[in-house]
């Protein structure tokens, strides 16, 4: 069953806040990335490569929590708890988009070296929210 982004919080995943994105290892054990996000309406889309130990973890169990906090004001958050949908097609495109809204520059020969695109698989997450909690003094 999909949860639904309260109107109160929809905000915070149409701004370039930052997100941690909690994915598990093969051992159980929880593993959490600084992330940049967006909100396609239906899904948060959070951008990395199957190389990356993010990526590893979400092809090898595609549950995931990403927590987003008011860059504002830290008293404000959302968490979203689902399953994560890996998609490859459109990902380079959907990395320099979200780019742009966290930073002037690309990504790759801007903020990542050009030369290591080649050695990457770029890929969009797509987190279909099961559980949503805010917080409860802006809910």
């Known amino acids: 069953m ?42 948060v889309r959070v951008n990395t490569t199957r190389e990356r130990q993010k990526g590893k973890n979400l092809l090898a169990n595609s549950r995931a929590t990403l927590l987003v906090i008011d860059r504002d004001d830290a008293g404000r958050f959302i968490e979203i708890r689902g399953e994560v949908e890996i998609v490859e097609e459109g990902a380079l495109e959907h990395l320099n988009e979200i780019t742009a809204q966290y930073t002037t520059r690309l990504y790759y020969g801007g903020i990542f070296p050009l030369e290591k695109q080649h050695r990457e698989t770029r890929i969009i997450c797509k987190l279909h929210p099961r559980k949503v909690n805010v917080d409860a003094i802006h809910s």
Do not use: C, E, F, K
């Open 2 to 43: 999909t949860a639904v982004i309260p109107d109160s919080h929809r905000d915070l995943l149409a701004a370039p806040n930052h997100g941690v994105l909690t994915t598990l290892m093969p051992d159980g054990q929880p593993q959490s990335s600084l992330v940049w996000l967006d909100y396609d309406g239906a899904v």
